[in-house]
């Protein structure tokens, strides 16, 4: 009622008034949340700011790596060194047993007469068995060959003498020896002797053997214990292997004690 008696003059100043009033009214708004948006990106990068920066990337990379390679060091010295002291423990076993004492007296396939004291500073792998041994016999042979060339074809390493031992002395003599080792290895040593000999240098490695019965052929087989041994440059036996060891597991063990070898003799 009391806009519809204002007059045209009334209406002219309220329009003026709501004319200038409404640009203040939005202008303060929008002054208002512009403050607050400065604010808020203010205090954000002031909390960026405020965190501590840490190592890079490629630094904390570098330091894990550091530190696993020096884990994995620590863990192959310990390793080798145990691996070191149980070598030793056998070793000082197998010499407790009394294997391979004493000297022997036999003839190499070319005629000569051989004992141990021919051998000292030498390492020596040495198998008994006999010439008409279908197959056990070559493998094992085989097998000792093999490891003899493998330690050959590495620089620094001593020579192994290899040596093969007759347990049928009544086939094998120097001839049958001579032909056999041939089919081997050019430095294979073939021994034999006689039956008394040849039962003493058995006898002084643990070796089993005994012949079978013959056939109508006056053929036989002889029963042995399957091993090839390892004698180190003083001429005592150090270890064996069984027919289960590898080749690589024999030339990895005979490298063992090459290098773990102190002379007792000097």
């Known amino acids: 009622m009391l806009l519809l008696t204002r007059t045209p003059e009334a209406w002219h100043r309220l329009s003026q008034l709501k004319a200038t009033a409404l640009p203040g009214i939005l202008g303060g708004k929008a002054l208002h949340?512009?403050?607050?948006?400065?604010?808020?990106?203010?205090?954000a990068e002031t909390g960026r700011q405020s965190q501590p920066q840490g190592p890079g990337l490629q630094t904390r990379l570098l330091i894990t790596a550091l530190f696993g390679a020096g884990l994995g060091g620590a863990w192959l010295a310990v390793r080798a060194e145990k691996e070191q002291r149980r070598q030793q423990r056998r070793t000082e076993a197998l010499r407790q047993a009394a294997v391979g004492q004493g000297d022997f007296s036999l003839m190499d396939h070319q005629g000569q007469a051989?004992?141990?004291?021919?051998?000292?500073g030498q390492w020596v792998l040495m198998y008994f068995g006999?010439?008409?041994?279908?197959?056990?016999?070559?493998?094992?042979?085989?097998?000792?060959?093999?490891?003899?060339?493998?330690?050959?074809?590495?620089p620094g390493l001593p020579p192994v003498q290899p040596i093969f031992i007759t347990v049928d002395p009544e086939r094998d003599d120097v001839a049958a020896m001579a032909r056999y080792v041939q089919d081997f290895h050019p430095r294979l040593l073939g021994?034999?002797?006689?039956?008394?000999?040849?039962?003493?240098v058995s006898r002084s490695y643990r070796v089993y053997y005994s012949a079978g019965p013959k056939d109508e052929d006056q053929d036989y087989i002889v029963d042995h214990s399957i091993a090839i041994y390892l004698l180190n440059p003083d001429g005592l036996f150090?270890?064996?292997y069984s027919r289960a060891r590898s080749t690589k597991q024999i030339a990895d063990s005979v490298r063992g004690h090459m290098a773990a070898f102190r002379s007792v003799l000097h």
């Open 33 to 43: 949340l512009r403050c607050r948006l400065w604010s808020r990106q203010g205090s």
């Open 114 to 120: 051989r004992c141990k004291a021919d051998f000292q």
């Open 130 to 154: 006999f010439t008409h041994c279908p197959d056990i016999c070559p493998d094992e042979l085989e097998k000792l060959v093999q490891v003899v060339q493998q330690l050959e074809a590495e």
């Open 191 to 200: 021994l034999t002797g006689s039956a008394e000999q040849v039962a003493q």
């Open 238 to 240: 150090t270890d064996y």
